[in-house]
């Protein structure tokens, strides 16, 4: 089956640049290059990913977003210039599957594009319940963490922790996100819980916990567990 991406760029180089590429790596791809063109293409062209630049001539990516997600489980990748984190954060508040910052690379495009692709497929099954990243291998109905096949010892909030990074493999969990899911609502902004925790997960799982490989840091946005 042949992806249909909408891709919404009112810039025309990017425009173009993404299309020609898009289209040789076996996309179909439609382009709008405004928030009205993108939402009649949303609703005629039924695609399967949307791309989403955020300043648009006749409005905002993000309104567009919100609107697409009071309708539509479909991924959205914001593809924008704007790189402030509380940008990121209201973006993946809203609804955004995954952000990148332009300029970017294509393969790092590609790869977004699959896990998005892949996070939905799943979604529909029953919710992932094991990561094997090849040194890291985590169970969650057996509640069993190993590196490099030695079991670890994780306290019960490390192990909630890390079984919320399973489920979203390979995507950015906002810090809110991360609290609210861990913790409960109230602590959405005790965000020192997290470092406190991330450092504990750290130092049980990565081989230099200052330089990790699997429990990324997404700076001011959140964390993000390495795609397996
Ligand atoms: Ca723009």
């Not at 609290?179 to 470092?195: C, K, M, N």
């Not at 200052?210 to 700076?219: F, I, K, N, V, Y």
């Not at 946005?221 to 390495?226: D, H, K, S, T």
């Amino acid at each position: 089956m042949m992806l249909r991406l909408l891709v919404v760029e009112d810039d025309p180089a990017i425009r173009a640049m993404l299309q020609s590429t898009l289209v040789v790596e076996g996309f179909e791809v439609r382009t709008a290059v405004s928030v009205s063109e993108a939402r009649a293409l949303l609703r005629h062209a039924a695609p399967d990913v949307v791309l989403l630049d955020l300043g648009l001539p006749d409005g905002d990516g993000l309104d567009l977003l919100r609107e697409l997600r009071r309708e539509q489980a479909i991924p959205v990748l914001v593809v924008s210039a704007r790189h402030q984190e509380t940008e990121k954060v209201k973006l993946l508040d809203a609804g955004a599957d995954d952000y990148l910052t332009k300029p970017f690379s294509v393969g790092e495009l590609l790869a977004r594009i699959r896990v998005a692709m892949r996070h939905r497929g799943t979604a529909l099954s029953p919710a992932r319940t094991a990561y094997d990243s090849g040194t890291l291998h985590v169970d969650l109905a057996g509640r069993m963490v190993a590196v490099k096949g030695q079991p670890v010892h994780l306290t019960p909030t490390e192990f909630a922790l890390l079984a919320r990074l399973v489920r979203s493999a390979g995507q950015v969990v906002t810090h809110r996100q991360l609290l609210a899911d861990v913790w409960g609502p109230e602590f959405v902004d005790h965000t020192h819980y997290l470092r406190l925790y991330m450092g504990q997960l750290r130092a049980k799982i990565e081989e230099r916990p200052a330089e990790p490989r699997h429990l990324l840091t997404e700076t001011g946005v959140g964390y993000r567990l390495a795609a397996a």
